[in-house]
């Protein structure tokens, strides 16, 4: 299980105030020296948090890798072909949301047809792409029609389930999106509203190689700084096998 640390919300905090600090590149670094075996920034095309310098700058130091997030939209997409990242992860966005609320909707054609044309030109520079997609049979299907090499699990449905009948439910979802995943020949990642609270059980799934977690890193590090707060969740992904006897079922946290 590999965790690659989200920094968006570093940038966030430095945006409210449009200044210099905090910098997410500094962020990157103690990532990394925390556990991080990557990094992920969400180039948004209103530049809410993450800016083109701090991806250039991302690009020069950053010892691990970058998995950048972009829409599937021209002008991001042609950055992202110079900046050629380890991967680049296509996402939905929208700019009245707060945060990404779904993968992508690969039922439309029109979505399809820009999604493929970004994939295309992505792998013609030799980037590695993944799409960000819900644990649906439909989109991990036409995610393999498309050529790519990955998809991240939606896992918000899981996170904000309120009761253990619910979690239980979307963990299950989630098993079986995986192993279909892997199935059709797909590297698995999973993401989105996972924290030190329910993460156990997504990272106790086999066919999950990869997680993606932010703001609760980010969270935390306001209380005891960000290395540390990444060394936790790095301890928590290790133990979670362990932990968790039955993978598709929901067992909480133990002594956490």
Known sequence: MRLYVNIDHVA???EARRTDEPDPVRAAVLA?????EGITVHLR??????????????????????????AAEP?????????????VTLVPERREEVTTEG?????RPETTERVGEAVERLREHGIRVSLFVDPDPAALEASREMGVEAVELHTGEYANARDDEGRARQLARLHRGARLG?????????????????VIPVAALAEIEEVNIGHSIVSRAVLVGLERAVREMVQLLRQAPARVK???????????
Not at 75 to 87: D, H, K, S
Not at 103 to 107: A, C, K, R, T
Request: negative net charge; contains cysteine.
């Open 45 to 70: 095309e209103d530049r809410r948090h993450i800016q083109d310098r701090d991806l250039r700058l991302l690009m020069a130091t950053c010892r691990s890798g970058v998995n950048l997030e972009v």
């Open 32 to 36: 990394e020296l925390g556990g991080a």
């Open 246 to 256: 039955e993978p598709g079922r929901w067992i909480p946290p133990l002594g956490y």
């Open 12 to 14: 966030t905090i430095r």
């Open 75 to 87: 002008e991001v997409t042609q950055i992202a072909c110079e900046a050629r990242p380890m991967q």
């Open 103 to 107: 993968g992508l909707d690969l039922s």
């Open 182 to 198: 892997r199935e059709l020949g797909l590297a698995v990642h999973a993401g989105h509203g996972l924290t030190y609270e329910n």
